[in-house]
């Protein structure tokens, strides 16, 4: 019995180390164990805490496009996913030839991808500058071409070449600024304007952006208003301009696509400021100037309000304010896409059928909930991607720089002609950084001097930014 006991003791001693040595080992464990399960969490948890920022901002887009949508209604499938439906029963008369059918009554989105696009826009640069020429890997060689209708040349390997085509139309940086003016007015050609007097409110805009051959004047002062201040036309309304521009020689006219020598020509026979869009897709399916012009105005504009886009229910044909009925395209799908917009806080959609509910916007997602939201979505989709740069040069791949004691010459050309000699066209070019609004002043410091272009079209990535000094402008 003692024997048995001195035994015990002796293995006691061991059994006790062992048992130590066997807690410090399990609460190493234990703690590595936690550590890697909180790591794990923590990530886990701000996907998680994302992914409830997006469905509740989810919820807000549902409810705003049952309140707005005169029909339509969302269906959400995930926290990104959403599809816009018609009514049953909605007659779809657009018939498609190329694919052999009817325009289908849904359509679905990805609301992330969405907000991360439309977001960007507001702090864009859409109109070409030389500085994005030169900064542009290839902007010369390869690029400017591809501006230039009939140069005869895919490659502009004599820069002076290309020079004398963009000349005129090229200005050494932006001649226009993010947030540059409060509210805009978006007006386009549907017929549907002359059902409603929107005339006075179209004017009271800070800033007025018009399509193509759109007629400004007395005749239809009443519903679509008297103040110009921007055109985009598409290549072949350009040649029409002469009659159209006649008597607003201030109003800018951005070409949408390309130049060639007989824009060039017409170019130097009216004084207004011309200019080239930047951000276009320059392939097929390019989507219409409508969404173009929207862009354009989200890059200076803080709301853009749109007016005689056709968005009521009941389409049946094509119809411009100024000119007979004609095929168009695809109605249904732009009507729920421009619904969508009006709910990601993009634009304010004016029409006919809306005219009753004017400046009530309660329902559209506040500014602050849509900064959230597109911060969750930046977040998420960084994530996946293993990058982690979320600042605001986060889809900078390239880089340029501008010397601020060579800021080049504003737009013009060797041989100008007298008219455009004494015109106003330098007018936004030559703008004093101390006469800007106060909120684009803001967002230039924020951007530390740094203007942001779209290497091509909607991609998110790939932006060229080129740094400005900012003691030279501030
Ligand atoms: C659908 O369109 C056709 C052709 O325009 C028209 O005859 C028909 O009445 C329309 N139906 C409805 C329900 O609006
Ligand atoms: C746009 O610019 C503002 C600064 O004015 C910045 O805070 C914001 O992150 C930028 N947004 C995007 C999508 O680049
Ligand atoms: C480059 O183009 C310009 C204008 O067309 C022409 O005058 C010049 O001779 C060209 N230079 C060369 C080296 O071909
Ligand atoms: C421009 O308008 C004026 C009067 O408004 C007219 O006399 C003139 O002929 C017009 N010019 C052109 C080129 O249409």
């Known amino acids: ?159 002076t070449l290309c020079e004398e085509n963009l000349n005129v139309l090229l200005p050494a940086k932006p001649p226009f600024h993010p947030r540059q003016f409060r509210t805009c007015a978006v007006v386009g050609n549907s017929g549907d304007l002359l059902k409603t007097e929107f005339g006075k409110e179209i004017d009271s805009h800070d800033a007025v952006f018009r399509d193509n051959e759109a007629p400004v004047n007395e005749k239809y002062a009443k519903y679509v208003g008297l103040k110009r201040d921007f055109r985009l036309v598409v290549r072949g309304a350009a040649r029409n301009m002469v009659p159209i521009l006649n008597g607003s020689d201030n109003e800018v006219l951005i070409i949408k696509s390309l130049t060639h020598r007989e824009i060039n020509a017409v170019i130097k026979t009216i004084p207004n400021p011309v200019y080239l869009f ?60 421009y619904q969508l917009l009006e709910c990601l806080g993009v634009i304010r959609i004016h029409s006919p059928m809306r005219s009753k509910r004017r400046e009530d916007w309660s329902d559209i997602p506040s500014r602050e909930m849509i900064t959230q939201a597109h911060a969750a979505a930046l977040r998420l989709k960084k994530n996946q991607g293993q990058s982690d740069d979320l600042g605001q040069f986060g889809n900078c791949n390239v880089w340029g720089n501008v010397d601020p004691d060579n800021s080049g010459p504003v737009s013009g050309s060797p041989d100008m002609s007298d008219v455009r000699k004494y015109s106003n066209y330098n007018k936004w070019e030559v703008m004093p950084f101390e006469s800007l609004r106060r909120e684009a002043q803001d967002h230039y410091n924020q951007m530390q001097g740094v203007s942001l272009y779209k290497m091509d079209g909607n991609r998110l990535d790939d932006l060229v930014c080129v740094r400005h000094s900012l003691k030279s402008e501030a």
């Open 1 to 159: 019995m003692r024997q048995h006991k001195q035994v015990s003791v002796l293995n006691r001693r061991p059994t006790v180390l062992y048992l130590v040595f066997a807690a410090a080992l399990f609460s190493f464990l234990l703690f590595y164990i936690q550590s890697s399960f909180f790591a794990g969490s923590v990530s886990s948890d701000r996907d998680s805490e994302m992914i409830r920022v997006l469905s509740n901002f989810q919820s807000s887009v549902q409810q705003c496009v049952d309140n707005r949508g005169l029909g339509l209604t969302a269906h959400i499938i995930d926290h990104c996913k959403l599809i816009l439906k018609y009514p049953e029963g909605t007659n779809s008369t657009w018939y498609n030839a190329q694919f052999k059918k009817f325009e289908p009554l849904e359509y679905s989105y990805d609301v992330c991808e969405a907000i991360l696009l439309w977001e960007q826009y507001r702090n864009m640069t859409t109109v070409l500058t030389r500085e994005y020429l030169d900064s542009r890997p290839g902007g010369w060689v390869d690029y400017a071409p591809q501006r230039i209708a009939q140069l005869g040349t895919k490659k502009c390997t004599n820069k």
């Open 278 to 337: 930047q951000g276009i897709v320059l392939r097929r399916g390019a989507k219409g100037t409508g969404m173009k012009s929207i862009e354009l105005a989200l890059s200076m504009c803080d709301i853009v309000d749109i007016y005689g886009f056709t968005v009521d229910p009941g389409y049946t044909e094509w119809t411009r304010y100024f000119s007979k009925p004609r095929k168009g395209h695809n109605p249904l799908q732009g009507r729920a896409y």
